[in-house]
């Protein structure tokens, strides 16, 4: 399987079968995302293998009663049930795997706070490069488990409980959760979604 084909072929699965996902899999996948581009080369990153299933129920109450708040709290008429779902069928995968990340700072954070400009007013200015760091490590991992013959799916909705899940996994400061990947066998072949044609999205500038 050449490049192109792992790229074109890689696809969000979110059904899985049940066979469990050897611990050797688990670390070729992540040397592969280890490989990633990331900002300095600061490596900004860390995995948390998840397989104990109380542990991924624990996870997915979390995630559940934060949307059910928010859905309270919003008087919203859509089912927080159907959408906790969605956002945590990692419960059913047979690895959940959680991504942290750390903060990223360079001269160029140092000398705009002494101007003045704020962490948060800095990170935007910069467009997060160390989110765009983990991004960047993700999109290797999901294609490194497509190649081994998985499926994964990278998961962000689940953050809406991310301070519940960083206690449930330990996460201690400076590091917070960035996203959740399910993964394991897909239970079903998927077909390519749309994409944009090449001419809509690309611009020369000459």
Not at 1 to 6: G, I, Q
Not at 44 to 71: P, Y
Not at 108 to 135: C, F, H, M, W
Request: proline share 5%.
């Amino acid at each position: 399987m050449d490049f192109l084909e792992v790229v074109r072929g890689r696809r969000s699965v979110r059904k899985f079968t049940g066979d469990p996902v050897p611990k050797e899999d688990v670390r070729e996948i992540i040397d592969a995302a280890r490989w990633a581009a990331s900002a300095g080369n600061k490596q900004m990153w860390r995995f948390l293998a998840i397989t104990n299933q109380g542990v991924k129920e624990e996870m997915f109450r979390a995630v559940s009663a934060a949307f059910a708040d928010l859905f309270a709290k919003a008087g919203a008429s859509e089912s927080a049930p159907g959408r906790t779902h969605y956002a945590a069928f990692f419960v059913d995968a047979p690895v959940a795997i959680a991504v942290l990340v750390e903060p990223y700072h360079t001269r160029a954070d140092e000398l705009l706070a002494k101007v003045g400009v704020t962490e948060a007013e800095s990170a935007s200015l910069r467009q997060y490069p160390n989110i765009q760091s983990i991004g960047a490590a993700i999109q290797v991992l999901c294609m490194a488990a497509y190649a081994k013959g998985y499926g994964a799916c990278w998961m962000t909705g689940s953050n809406l409980a991310r301070r519940e899940l960083e206690k449930i996994l330990n996460v201690e400061s400076p590091w917070s959760l960035a996203a959740v990947i399910a993964m394991g066998r897909p239970a079903e072949n998927l077909v390519p979604r749309p994409r944009k044609p090449v001419d809509e999205i690309l611009t020369f500038i000459e």
